[in-house]
């Protein structure tokens, strides 16, 4: 039996998906184990799959690198990134699906999906940076958001220190992912659009349930229940 656990199952559920009331002060050259608890979706690399868009496929040991926003595998006890991941539409690592979304969005882990509709979850770790210093060392007003890539250059494999002081804070997103590969934010007015030959009873659901469309469990009973109709 395999054992390859997600954090998604231990950690997403819980401390990660308060998502945006999530967020640590990081100092420059902290040790990041022991700010946070894993930098990788899963606890473990496991074996997985990458296919590419010419319907060639590689095996390896597979992670997904929520810091970095990077397809990782191992390789002679290293750690990389795997290449051209603009030719990749899908890994699999373990028994779970990651499509890619582009290079904005990245990878996203299906967590449901029915014959032509799938529901996935986009979780990243978003640094912002202190307000620069202007004229005569004052600080401007607002700081910057941006991926933790953004801010070093360079970096692949296991990200042990940040070069500045940061913000951190868990980010999550949830979307509807059509048979063309067509992705939307999950929320009421995409529900109510993308099964819209449902549209009332749709709506009425999500009125009787109170859905929380920030609430995993919640989005994926509201879509269970739309592609059962």
Do not use: W
């Not at 009331?21 to 902290?30: L, S």
């Not at 997985?48 to 990077?70: H, I, P, W």
């Not at 934010?185 to 659901?205: C, D, G, P, R």
């Amino acid at each position: 039996m395999k054992t390859a656990s997600l954090i998604f199952v231990t950690i997403l559920l819980s401390t990660l998906l308060s998502a945006q009331d999530n967020i640590f002060v990081v100092n420059m050259n902290t040790d990041l184990a022991k700010v946070v608890n894993n930098q990788y979706l899963f606890s473990r690399f496991a074996d997985g799959r990458v296919l590419y868009k010419n319907n060639s496929m590689a095996k390896a040991k597979l992670n997904y690198n929520v810091f970095l926003n990077e397809l990782q595998f191992i390789e002679n006890g290293d750690t990389l990134a795997v290449a051209n991941p603009e030719d990749i539409p899908m890994a699999v690592i373990d028994k779970y699906t990651l499509v890619n979304l582009g290079k904005k969005i990245g990878f996203v882990l299906v967590i449901e999906q029915s014959h032509d509709m799938q529901l996935a979850m986009e979780h990243k770790i978003l640094a912002k940076t202190p307000p620069a210093k202007g004229a005569y060392g004052i600080r401007s007003e607002t700081a910057s958001t941006t991926n933790i890539k953004d801010i070093i250059t360079g970096t692949s494999g296991t990200l042990t220190r940040l070069p500045v002081e940061v913000k951190l804070a868990s980010d999550t997103k949830y979307y509807l992912i059509n048979r063309d590969g067509k992705a939307i934010i999950a929320n009421k007015k995409n529900f109510l659009k993308t099964f819209s030959n449902h549209k009332k009873e749709v709506e009425q659901y999500i009125a009787e349930n109170k859905t929380d469309f920030s609430n995993v469990d919640k989005i994926k009973e509201l879509f269970n229940y739309c592609v059962s109709l």
